[in-house]
């Protein structure tokens, strides 16, 4: 079992940047795949971001590529999510996932996720 909380969401103007974190609990976090996901109002959750057990690998949906950055700190039990040049599209709540443990692969799909965070929300204004 592992439980997720995320932090450091906010109000932002258009442009600006925001870090979110992802605290993990237990003694596994550096073997799992975590990712990032949002889900805004009236529609699906989606993915964003993902990275494997060693944060070595990663992966970006094509909206955010180059302005997001995912990382994480096994020794912090930490996931981040730096977001650069924020757009009004990215307003959403934000969610960090984990995976049971696994090998060196990162994970685009929900359904590859067994556990969540609570989310956080991101809101950037025009």
């Known amino acids: 079992q592992v439980q997720l909380v995320e932090s450091g969401g906010g109000l932002v103007q258009a442009g600006g940047s925001l870090r979110l974190s992802c605290a993990a609990s237990g003694r596994t976090f550096s073997s799992r795949a975590m990712g990032w996901f949002r889900q805004a109002p009236g529609k699906e959750r989606e993915f964003v971001s993902a990275?494997?057990?060693?944060?070595?690998?990663?992966r970006y949906a094509d909206s955010v590529k180059g302005r997001f950055t995912i990382s994480r700190d096994n020794a912090k039990n930490t996931m981040y999510l730096q977001m650069n040049s924020l757009k009004p599209e990215d307003t959403a709540v934000y969610y960090c996932?984990?995976?049971?443990?696994?090998?060196?692969?990162?994970?685009?799909?929900?359904?590859?996720?067994?556990?969540w965070g609570q989310g956080t929300q991101v809101t950037v204004s025009s």
């Open positions: 996932a984990a995976t049971e443990p696994s090998g060196t692969y990162y994970y685009y799909r929900l359904y590859d996720y067994n556990y």
């Open positions: 990275i494997n057990s060693s944060g070595r690998s990663t």
